[in-house]
């Protein structure tokens, strides 16, 4: 999860107000409160819950989660939904890999990290994130393999058939 200050990627304490805003240590949290202060308040959950969709090969892992009811509405701040959908998936892509241990789909070594793409559509009945994920041999976005993944990855993207209506999120 990254850190609302100072963009640290190992930013795990969460905002005990809104729990949406993470931070490496308090003292980025202290020193990002003017700025965060604004936007920060307590979310009112939705009544729905959230289905947050793996897709690793050929198996789908499914999560349910209470989502801000904030976030369910289609003008959400992007900030916001941003932030919090990045870490919900950051949180549950650990999960996965220790769940469903796999081969880099590229260079076949033991995988060390999910490369995840989220689809999202918060505004939806009910609110989905599915997310698909490869097994990769590094968490190294400049690796051989992930750089060979991502090229495929845009390819996909640009591609006609691809669904149309939600959002991708990059991250």
């Given at each position: 999860m990254v850190c609302g200050k100072c963009a640290n990627p190992s930013g795990s304490l969460?905002?005990?107000?809104?729990?949406?805003?993470?931070?490496?240590?308090?003292?980025?949290?202290?020193?990002h409160w003017p700025e965060h202060k604004i936007r920060c308040k307590k979310f009112e959950m939705s009544p729905e819950k959230l289905r947050l969709q793996f897709f690793v090969g050929d198996k789908e892992i499914l999560f349910l989660e209470d989502i801000p009811a904030l976030?369910?509405?289609?003008?959400?701040?992007?900030?916001?939904?941003?932030?919090?959908?990045?870490?919900?998936?950051?949180?549950?892509?650990?999960k996965v890999l220790e769940q469903?241990?796999?081969?880099?789909?590229?260079?076949?070594k033991q995988a060390m990290a999910l490369k995840t793409t989220p689809?999202?559509?918060?505004?939806?009945?009910p609110p989905t994130i599915l997310v698909l994920?490869?097994?990769?041999?590094?968490?190294?976005?400049?690796?051989?393999?992930?750089?060979?993944l991502e090229e495929e990855l845009q390819r996909g993207f640009?591609?006609?058939?691809?669904?149309?209506?939600?959002?991708?999120?990059?991250?």
């Open positions: 969460k905002c005990s107000r809104c729990k949406i805003m993470t931070y490496c240590n308090r003292e980025c949290q202290v020193a976030l369910c509405q289609p003008n959400a701040p992007r900030e916001l939904t941003s932030r919090w959908v990045s870490n919900l998936v950051d949180t549950h892509t650990e469903h241990p796999g081969r880099c789909v590229y260079c076949s689809m999202v559509t918060l505004n939806s009945k994920a490869r097994h990769l041999c590094a968490n190294n976005r400049s690796s051989p393999c992930a750089v060979k640009n591609s006609p058939d691809f669904p149309k209506g939600g959002e991708l999120y990059r991250h």
